[in-house]
């Protein structure tokens, strides 16, 4: 689905938050579009099955339809595009985690099947010494997982200490639900670094049922 720029900056509120419910002012006060674009272009989106319209007097709000595949794939694409832009801004490290996620995959045999950064790289304040912040999901628990990281672990010291979190699926889906500190965390400052369709997939398995 092509978006234009305008539709992309509301569905990037949803995007930020998909559990948000946001009234056409606040839509148009957030993404600096004139009200009567907002209007047109969230009843583009009902129509289309991207949100949903709640009525409250002469007020309308506005939420994700969190069960349409095509909203997800448009989340996958800003994802993808987030995680294009950290790249750019930080080149200095982007062949490093480029590395460092390619042989991760190759070691686990892609056993790993999600890879998400997060922390003070992910924020772009690290500084010589910093922590390389890694989320790693597998589908079940395994003690592999420590092996792995100690064979890429000495392509990246000393520049950076590598500090990865190994979680599975079903954990990585309870602590989004749960809306744990360490998962707010993740969600504030995450780089998607593998397979953010898998991470989308989950974080709107998750947060499905919610408000």
Excluded at 31 to 45: E, G, H, I, M, S
Aim: aromatic share 10%; net charge positive.
């Amino acid at each position: 689905m092509y978006l234009s720029p305008g539709k992309e900056r509301i569905l990037r509120l949803f995007f930020q938050d998909p559990l948000l419910e946001i009234h056409l002012l606040e839509i148009s006060r957030r993404t600096q579009l004139v009200p009567d674009n907002v209007q047109k272009f969230t009843r583009a989106f009902v129509e289309a099955g991207l949100l949903t319209r709640r009525k409250t007097g002469s007020m309308a709000f506005f939420k994700a339809k969190l069960d349409n595949p095509e909203l997800s794939k448009i989340f996958e694409s800003v994802e993808l595009k987030r995680q294009q832009a950290f790249l750019q801004r930080h080149k200095a490290i982007a062949r490093l985690l480029g590395q460092l996620t390619e042989q991760l995959l190759e070691v686990s045999q892609r056993e790993i099947q999600l890879i998400a950064l997060f922390g003070s790289v992910a924020r772009g304040t690290w500084k010589r010494g910093s922590d390389i912040d890694l989320l790693t999901v597998t589908p079940r628990e395994t003690r592999a997982t420590a092996r792995w990281f100690d064979v890429v672990r000495r392509h990246v010291e000393p520049l950076l200490d590598l500090a990865p979190v190994n979680t599975t699926i079903a954990q990585f889906t309870d602590g989004l639900r749960k809306r744990t500190a360490f998962y707010d965390e993740l969600w504030r400052d995450r780089i998607v670094l593998y397979n953010e369709f898998l991470f989308w997939q989950l974080t709107l398995e998750a947060l499905r049922g919610h408000g």
